[in-house]
């Protein structure tokens, strides 16, 4: 009798463990989205009020070891300091560029600031997106560009 009710209690067992390797198996498949967060990306970023006369348009180029963009951002006052954040998810890089008011009071109603921005990721493509916030009009503008660091 010990034997029959081994046969009958294995088919069990073997379902319980298949569904178990299925289980661990699909939460493992699906957590390497959930546990890759967006990280910052080190960056640097430079910014002059004096409007450059060969500016173009924005650019977002890729060299050997870094991409660098170079844009114009046209500020409600020049009493605003630009910042920047980079945040980098897989071979999605967004950057957000934004003006904010300094203390000072200011008369003069626009600035121009031309900026460059520069960062170290490893090598590969990637599909950089700009957004500029707060500049003049409330207006936000978005540019995007993919790009490759050759390394």
Not at 57 to 83: H, K
Not at 117 to 128: D, E, I, K, R, S
Request: net charge neutral; hydrophobic share 40%; aromatic share 6%.
């Amino acid at each position: 009798m010990a034997v029959n009710d081994r046969r009958r209690k294995e088919p069990i067992r073997n379902r319980v463990r298949w569904a178990l390797v299925l289980a661990a198996s699909l939460v493992l498949a699906c957590s390497s989205d959930v546990t890759s967060p967006t990280s910052p990306l080190p960056f640097q970023l430079s910014f002059s009020t004096q409007p450059s006369s060969t500016y173009s348009g924005p650019t977002i180029i890729g060299t050997s070891t870094a991409i660098v963009v170079t844009a114009r951002f046209l500020a409600p006052t020049p009493c605003n300091d630009l910042t920047a954040t980079v945040n980098q998810h897989a071979a999605a890089i967004n950057i957000t560029v934004t003006a904010s008011q300094k203390s000072a009071i200011c008369e003069q109603p626009l600035a121009v600031f031309d900026y460059w921005l520069v960062l170290n990721p490893a090598p590969g493509t990637y599909h950089v997106t700009v957004h500029q916030v707060g500049e003049a009009g409330s207006a936000n503008t978005t540019f995007t560009q993919d790009v490759t660091v050759s390394g």
